[in-house]
């Protein structure tokens, strides 16, 4: 049983859907896209922290740098592929999941699916 999931596991990382997934996340990683990232991290820490004090001091102005780096983010090419091949891959693992326990239980609940 040890060799047919190493065989999937192989043919999984093999295979055209997970090497366009790990490219694009390398591509996370560039100077420009890596900054807006963690700009967004911050900036979204920074808000989240400032909603404690939200009934005493407005928090507009980091509202809207944080939209402003969310709408740089849905233009940036790296995270829009990023984004594209997570959810292929996803896609491919999910039914990988079903096939595999398909014939398990009639009442075992997969993610999004029902097998």
Do not use: P, W
């Amino acid at each position: 049983m040890y060799r047919e999931i190493d065989e999937l596991v192989d043919a999984i990382v093999n295979s055209d859907v997970y090497l366009k997934y790990k490219c694009a996340n390398d591509k996370l990683t560039e100077d420009e896209t890596k900054a807006l990232l963690m700009k967004h991290q911050a900036l979204q820490e920074e808000y989240l922290e400032l909603r404690k004090y939200e009934k005493y001091i407005s928090n507009d102005e980091i509202k809207n740098k944080l939209k402003k780096v969310k709408k740089r983010m849905i233009d940036n090419q790296n995270i829009q592929e990023y984004y594209i091949n997570y959810h292929e891959l996803q896609s491919l693992l999910e039914e990988v999941t079903k096939i595999v326990f398909q014939d398990i239980s009639d009442e075992l609940v997969l993610g999004q699916f029902e097998v």
